[in-house]
């Protein structure tokens, strides 16, 4: 499985510019972060992208706590 606890959604700001959301896993949480001071507008195929992301982001954690319950055997 990858290692990978950083995803990045692009999307687009009320304004039509090109931002990004980031989702990434830290400790027994999933973190959302959006651009700053702005709205993320999501077409269809981001919110499929930002789904995705938040998705392994779960399944990262998941991993991570069964790698840990492991180490404690």
Same mark, same amino acid.
């Given at each position: 499985?990858?290692?990978?606890? $950083?995803?990045? /959604?692009?999307?687009?700001? *009320?304004?039509?510019?090109?931002?990004?959301?980031?989702?990434?896993?830290?400790?027994?949480?999933?973190?959302?972060?959006?651009?700053?001071? $702005?709205? %993320?507008?999501?077409?269809? *195929?981001?919110?499929?992208?930002?789904?995705?992301? *938040?998705?392994?982001?779960? /399944?990262? *954690?998941?991993?991570?706590?069964?790698?840990? %319950?492991?180490?404690?055997?």
């Amino acid at each position: 499985m990858s290692d990978q606890n $950083e995803w990045v /959604v692009p999307c687009r700001d *009320l304004a039509g510019r090109k931002r990004k959301l980031t989702v990434f896993s830290s400790e027994q949480q999933v973190v959302v972060v959006a651009p700053p001071g $702005e709205t %993320a507008v999501l077409g269809p *195929l981001e919110v499929g992208r930002f789904r995705a992301a *938040l998705r392994d982001a779960v /399944v990262h *954690l998941a991993q991570h706590d069964q790698d840990e %319950a492991g180490d404690l055997v």
